[in-house]
């Protein structure tokens, strides 16, 4: 991906003014933002300036780096914003200096724009009509003399066009009602007052209770806006959207009304009891009651559905980035197995590079039966093609078919190898199947074949493979198809690319979706490169990338260090050192008086340097101590070791369940309130947020990601709703009861108060209002297998 470049650069005051907002929210120096800045904006990419570039950021790691570019694009907007309101107001002849300063203080869009509603062109209103007809001379008298009746003042405007005093003081309202909506003091206190004693409350429409039953937890639910969670909020977003439920934001309806009129009423100004002061107190009434009040519900609402946006996008690459880096089985030969009962189980051998050899179509089920023929020919593939792994997707039939694998392995002669078998998630298996990448690649071989060569492929490395399938179809993220989808895609598309590149990608077997997420390239440069390749050969040297047509100097700085090459020219190659920084590579091995083929991977014989030094040159201490760490351990994969679950013998389906059972699975995904986790009988459990560990936990992430292998032991079994409860405590769950009661207290409810209770033991449903989408459709998203 390029740098920030979409808009041009703010004046030097303003883009100081930006350095030191985003140096305070990135805990960095404006210095150090000032400098990644101008490398984003000349055209560097967040996992370079990272990894090559932390002399002159001063150590901005990539995390910092993509906030720092995302809070850059929205303020340049801002700025942008700023200087066109100035410009109108201008151009109106109505620019004054508190008004200058006051638009020069804002700090987000949404007070900017208050404060230019005044002046902002509309189309006729109330206000105006009423200002057309000699009106607003009448409000000013009100406001100058409260001692006389309104009701008197009105009288002297009373025309064709306003023939009652009613009408007179109706117009009167409309203006100052108008006053108050632009008031941009007013609105800030009130927004601010809404946000901090507002509560968000959802109520079934009548006669939908039967068809909105998924969202029965929010029939009438109440709590505090500010601190509902973000899978609650898009819970009732949804079951709005689908008008299952009525939303409603406001303050306490005994006591916040009356505040906010008090806000409005100070506004005002109201200092007595006279006849005007009445007529005002009303006005205000009025105003919040039918005006302000919804004008705070749009912006809350507004508020809410962003915040919850940003925290399920946060959850989704969180999600995301776990499964990316996943640990690879390595290059091993892969049986890849995409299990089905009607139409068979598809098989494909791949070997250790990942390239098919071998495909088959396998019917152990009904209707054919051929159990004996299936294990004949999966015995053969393994034979034949001398297969170290297994892998089998977790979809329809997945344990049927492990089944039919273990005993078919059962048979082989003893002394005989035996392949591991290992399930694989298929989530996104059939989008690549279907895809046109799929169809290039395979052009002859039957869709739900390139399945099976897509289950292989991602056991041997998960990474490379899943960067074939749009991040969105691999399903690990909480309602994602609800979520502002161009934030996500740009939120999963930078997960992605920094794995890639944290990673690094071997430059003679890539393919050209996994080359399009190095830095620096993108799709195009990457099909030359791997057009070049099928043309010229393996590359022999990293400098070589240069003569693929397309590929320029500045594109070569970007990617070079995370291409590898193994067995190269240069044995430099294969590491993340960077051939900008090989000299001073050299000059560090030359030190230690040995070839560098001797020194690269041998720790011993770096010991006794001292990284300050090769400090100079234009390199500091963090490139000497990266090139020393990178010597030691050339293209060292940050990923962990390959492990995998081993799932109960005998628990195929979740009727083979009962409440007690102690299993092994792998979890798939990581939510707010939880973590599911596939125990293999093809629906996953949930770990609720109370159940992950014996101590109060925050955030499910802090003790699970995506792709761990974890204990676990069932707390509930619902059939007929397909609904697993699962614990990874061992304390019995006293402390779960008791964050079950603090979750209750603090929506409001009876301290104590539980649901879903099993055998005197607390369900590990989550406590009602909590996650509707745990065990409810509204998350089906999320805990269904894709493809």
Request: hydrophobic letters at 40%; a neutral charge.
């Amino acid at each position: 991906m390029t740098g920030v470049r979409t808009l041009r650069r703010p004046p030097l005051d303003t883009a100081d003014r930006i350095a030191r907002i985003i140096a305070t929210e990135i805990d960095a120096r404006p210095a150090q933002v000032s400098a990644a800045v101008g490398l984003l904006d000349e055209g560097a990419t967040v996992p370079f300036v990272a990894r090559y570039r932390k002399e002159v950021t001063g150590g901005l790691d990539d995390s910092q780096l993509r906030t720092l570019a995302d809070r850059l694009a929205y303020l340049r907007e801002l700025e942008q914003r700023r200087a066109a309101i100035v410009e109108s107001i201008r151009s109106q002849d109505k620019m004054t200096d508190e008004l200058a300063r006051a638009i020069a203080g804002a700090e987000t869009k949404a007070a900017l724009e208050d404060i230019y509603l005044p002046y902002k062109p509309k189309r006729r209103t109330k206000a105006m009509i009423a200002r057309e007809n000699g009106l607003e001379p009448l409000l000013r008298a009100i406001l100058d003399d409260r001692s006389v009746a309104p009701e008197a003042l009105a009288e002297g405007y009373l025309c064709e066009a306003v023939p009652t005093v009613k009408d007179a003081l109706t117009g009167a309202r409309d203006i100052l009602t108008e006053e108050l909506s632009e008031n941009a003091d007013l609105l800030g206190r009130l927004r601010d007052f809404m946000r901090a004693e507002a509560f968000i409350a959802a109520r079934v429409v009548p006669g939908k209770e039967e068809e909105g039953a998924k969202f029965s937890d929010y029939f009438d639910h109440r709590e505090k806006w500010a601190g509902i969670p973000s899978h609650r909020a898009l819970a009732i977003l949804r079951a709005s959207k689908e008008e299952i439920v009525t939303i409603e934001i406001a303050p306490d309806p005994e006591t916040g009304a009356e505040r906010a009129k008090g806000m409005i009423c100070a506004a005002i100004g109201i200092p007595g009891d006279g006849p005007g002061d009445k007529w005002l107190r009303d006005v205000a009434a009025w105003t919040w009651r039918v005006k302000l009040s919804l004008s705070m519900y749009l912006d809350l609402l507004t508020e809410l559905r962003q915040r919850a946006h940003e925290e399920a996008i946060a959850v989704f690459a969180r999600n995301l980035k776990d499964l990316l880096l996943a640990a690879p089985a390595g290059a091993k030969a892969t049986l890849g197995l995409d299990p089905g009962i009607r139409t068979g189980v598809k098989a494909a051998v791949v070997d250790a590079t990942g390239k098919l050899v071998a495909t088959d179509t396998l019917y152990p089920f009904q209707p054919k039966n051929d159990l004996r023929g299936a294990q004949a020919s999966l015995l053969n593939l393994i034979s034949r093609h001398d297969v170290d792994l297994i892998a089998i997707g977790n979809g329809t039939a997945s344990r049927e078919t492990e089944k039919m694998v273990a005993d078919a392995l059962s048979m082989l002669p003893a002394g005989v190898k035996k392949p591991t078998k290992v399930i694989v998630s298929e989530a996104g298996a059939s989008v690549y199947s279907a895809s046109e990448l799929a169809a290039r690649e395979f052009p002859d071989l039957d869709v739900s074949l390139r399945g099976a060569v897509s289950i292989a492929r991602r056991l041997q490395d998960p990474l490379a493979e899943l960067v074939k399938i749009t991040p969105e179809s691999i399903g690990v993220g909480q309602y994602q198809h609800d979520v502002d989808q161009r934030r996500l895609a740009k939120a999963l598309e930078a997960v992605v690319e920094d794995a890639v590149n944290a990673v690094g990608v071997d430059l003679n077997t890539a393919s050209a979706p996994l080359l399009a997420h190095v830095a620096g390239l993108g799709p195009s440069l990457a099909q030359s490169i791997v057009g070049y390749r099928d043309g010229h050969g393996a590359f022999g040297a990293r400098k070589a990338l240069l003569e693929v047509p397309g590929l320029g100097p500045k594109a070569f700085e970007q990617c070079a260090g995370f291409l590898r090459i193994r067995d190269g020219e240069e044995p430099l190659d294969a590491s993340s050192v960077h051939p900008e920084a090989y000299g001073l590579a050299r000059r560090i091995v030359s030190a230690c008086g040995r070839d560098i083929r001797q020194i690269m991977g041998n720790p011993a014989a770096l010991k006794g340097l001292r990284a300050e030094e090769f400090v100079g040159d234009g390199f500091g201490l963090p490139t000497v101590r990266d090139i020393l760490a990178e010597l030691e351990k050339p293209g060292r994969d940050p990923r962990p070791s390959f492990v995998t679950a081993s799932f109960a013998e005998g628990v195929e389906d979740i009727k083979d369940l009962k409440p007690g059972m102690q299993l092994e699975g792998t979890v798939t995904n990581v939510a707010a309130f939880g973590a599911f986790v596939d125990i293999g009988v093809h629906q996953d459990g949930l770990v609720h947020i109370s159940q992950l560990a014996d101590r109060f936990v925050k955030d499910p992430h802090e003790v699970v990601k995506a792709g761990d292998v974890v204990k676990v032991r069932v707390t509930e079994v619902d059939i007929p709703r397909k609904r697993i409860g699962l614990s990874m405590r061992k304390d019995g769950g006293g402390e779960a009861r008791a964050q079950e009661r603090r979750d209750g207290a603090q929506r409001g409810k009876p301290s104590g108060k539980t649901s879903g209770k099993t055998g005197g033991k607390m369900s590990a449903r989550p406590p009602k209002g909590d996650d509707t989408g745990a065990f409810g459709a509204a998350l089906m998203d999320a805990m269904r297998k894709k493809g």
